[in-house]
């Protein structure tokens, strides 16, 4: 019993070392363009092709320069002050030297502390903290991590409540003291939720380092981004909810209408963390509520229309509830919870698979391919979840197909860990056959 668990917690560890939710800060860009060149003359269809890429290269010609005017433009939305450094740090990013980038963003984020908020309006805080997470992907680690601290204090205003800062930080910085005017500046929602993406970021930052810090950053932003939803935790974790979600697979957050400008990225990722760092604890009494929240808001009961990336995420997150549940004591009941949840995620890839793909023309949208791929990462490990399950249950065939199986996916998508795993379990079960 204690190998077919170790088996089944490696393998979880091994799919979420790819996390189903991707969440980012937005930040400055440019748009890019592009050209052609004109060939030898010939004809097709009757159109001199000449001609054809004389027409192609003017519309590569006007496309480059409306990306370079869009270049342009997007810096003019930023101050004077700081719209040097940042276009000379951007070129130097894009140009592979992140030392010099370094240079340029620290001394525009610098300035950009040193100037009164206004001067950033509309929206100033949406602005500073892009160009705090500008500068975290070009830094070291410790400076990174100081800029979006800072950020992410300047955005307390006076309306505050607590922090997950560690108690030696929870003082303002001198620098946030000294930043002129933001102390009474509240956030719009956008900006809160902003706030939100810098303090999911930080955890990231804290969960190699800190588990406990990690966590602290986590609850904030779980908590804050669901008071923005219109939402709160009351009793979210209390028995009773983690019954009644765990028997009907419903949750508070099925019913939930997100406003147009939060996605179920911005809601789902925080929610997902957290319940993975509980489960990394073994706090499964709160881990399971969350997961419960992230697959209801992914894949709503009542809505049909649900694209294939956020079924396969569902499905994911269905199998890694599975496994929490099995880590409880192993009655026929529980076995039959873990089981119904692995079968519910099987089902759910098999007709993610079986659908049909979009078209895609010259790269808009996102590829099926990379919507599908989630599925692909998943599925090798629920069907050696449901070969767990099926040998607790002293059903060795039909354990032995689904080792098979997921042998052959595991295979196949480049899962060294899990081929090692469901071969191991293969020889564990041919052996127990044997001895029956």
């Known amino acids: 019993m204690a190998a077919i668990r170790d088996g089944q917690c490696r393998l979880i560890r091994r799919l979420n070392s790819r996390p189903a939710w991707r969440q980012v800060i937005t930040r400055p860009v440019a748009c890019r363009g592009f050209s052609s060149t004109a060939p030898s003359h010939s004809t097709v269809g009757g159109v001199r092709v000449s001609k054809l890429f004389t027409a192609l290269l003017a519309l590569g010609i006007g ?7 869009e270049f342009y433009t997007s810096f003019t939305l ?13 070129k130097a990013r894009n140009q592979g030297d992140l030392s010099l980038s370094e240079r340029y963003i620290t001394r525009a984020f610098q300035t950009a502390l040193s100037l009164p908020y206004k001067t950033f309006a509309p929206y100033p805080y ?6 705090a997470s500008l500068l975290s992907e070009v830094a070291s680690d410790r400076h990174s991590r100081e800029a979006l601290q800072i950020a992410w204090e300047l955005g307390a205003g006076p309306s505050e409540q607590h922090s997950p800062l560690p108690d030696a930080e929870k003082t303002p910085s001198a620098v946030v003291e000294r930043a002129p005017g933001w102390s009474c500046y509240t956030l719009c929602k956008e900006e809160r939720l902003r706030r939100v993406a810098l303090a999911y970021k930080l955890s990231q930052m804290a969960s190699e380092r ?8 986590l609850i904030w932003a779980v908590e804050e981004v669901l008071r923005l939803s219109g939402l709160g935790m009351t009793n979210a974790n209390s028995d009773a909810n ?22 179920k990225t911005d809601l789902g990722a925080p929610l997902e963390a957290l319940g993975a760092l509980y489960a990394k604890k073994g706090r499964i009494e709160y881990a399971m509520p969350l ?12 809505e049909n229309n649900v694209s294939v990336e956020d079924r396969c995420r569902a499905a994911q997150l269905m199998n890694n509830l599975s496994e929490l549940i099995m880590r409880r004591p192993p009655t026929p009941e529980v076995r039959a919870q873990a089981e119904a949840w692995a079968r519910q995620a099987l089902g759910i890839i098999e007709r993610a698979q079986a659908q049909p793909k ?11 391919d990379d919507a599908r791929e ?17 040998e607790m249950s002293s059903d060795l065939d039909g354990a032995k197909k689904l080792f098979e199986k997921s042998a052959e996916q595991c295979r196949k998508m480049g899962i060294r860990e899990g081929v090692v795993e469901a071969q191991e379990a293969l020889r564990r079960v041919e052996k127990m056959k044997k001895v029956s």
């Open 374 to 390: 989630v599925c692909e990462q998943a599925l090798g490990v629920v069907l050696f979840n449901l070969g767990s399950l099926r």
């Open 242 to 263: 983690i019954k009644e979600q765990e028997n009907t697979g419903s949750s508070a957050l099925e019913d939930l209408e997100l406003p147009s400008w939060m996605s």
């Open 210 to 217: 800190d588990l406990d810090e990690e966590e602290k950053w």
């Open 291 to 302: 997961y419960l929240q992230a697959i209801s808001l992914l894949l709503p009961p009542k």
């Open 126 to 131: 949406l602005k500073l903290s892009g160009i």
């Open 78 to 90: 930023w101050p004077e002050q700081v719209r040097g450094d940042l276009r000379a740090g951007i």
């Open 358 to 368: 979009s078209s895609q023309w010259f790269g808009w949208g996102q590829s099926a």
């Open 63 to 69: 496309t480059t320069g409306l990306g370079l005017y």
